[in-house]
Nanobody
Framework: QVQLVESGGGLVQAGGSLRVSCAASGRTLSSYTMAWFRQAPGKEREFVAALTRSGANTYYADSVKGRFTISRDNAKSTVYLQMNSLKPEDTAVYYC??????????????????WGQGTQVTVSS
């Protein structure tokens, strides 16, 4: 079992930056492909970014490419999402996900083994 806990969400003005974190307990994260998803009010959950087990390769949704950066610190069992140049349309609850058997492309399906409870990110215009 892996427990994931997100933190770092909050309110930020458009154009600002925020970093959200996902801390894992129960098992080391180094065996898992990791990803961030988000869900805005009234919308379906959508894929944001993914990262391989080693952290060497990443994959981003077109809507965040060039603005968001996913990274991991396996020693701390933590995954990060650095969000720059934030826009009001980035407002959502952000969830991290861990999956042992998926590639960074497959994890986009949203059928991960483990999910956090989410952290709210609100971008004001």
């Amino acid at each position: 079992q892996v427990q994931l806990v997100e933190s770092g969400g909050g309110l930020v003005q458009a154009g600002g930056s925020l970093r959200v974190s996902c801390a894992a307990s129960g098992r080391t994260l180094s065996s898992y492909t990791m990803a961030w998803f988000r869900q805005a009010p009234g919308k379906e959950r959508e894929f944001v970014a993914a990262l391989t087990r080693s952290g060497a390769n990443t994959y981003y949704a077109d809507s965040v490419k060039g603005r968001f950066t996913i990274s991991r610190d396996n020693a701390k069992s933590t995954v990060y999402l650095q969000m720059n140049s934030l826009k009001p349309e980035d407002t959502a609850v952000y969830y991290c996900a861990a999956d042992r058997g998926s590639t960074i492309v497959e994890i986009r399906s949203g059928r991960s083994d483990y999910w956090g409870q989410g952290t709210q990110v609100t971008v004001s215009s």
